[in-house]
């Protein structure tokens, strides 16, 4: 699946963090940053469900 995160480099961070715990990353890309006076950024990543985390 992809999956977009948009937010701070420190919200994008820790979101990718905790998305590591049930999701297989793939790939994950640049940050896109918005434009001025945004500090925001986007993050894409291509993730599977772990098989661990399955019920």
Excluded at 19 to 43: E, F
């Amino acid at each position: 699946m992809r999956i977009r995160l948009h937010g701070t480099p420190a919200e994008t961070t820790a979101a990718l963090t905790a998305l590591a715990h049930v999701l297989t990353i793939h790939h994950t890309s640049r940050p896109y940053p918005d434009r001025p006076p945004s500090t925001r950024h986007r993050i894409y990543l291509d993730a599977t469900p772990r098989k661990d985390s399955r019920p």
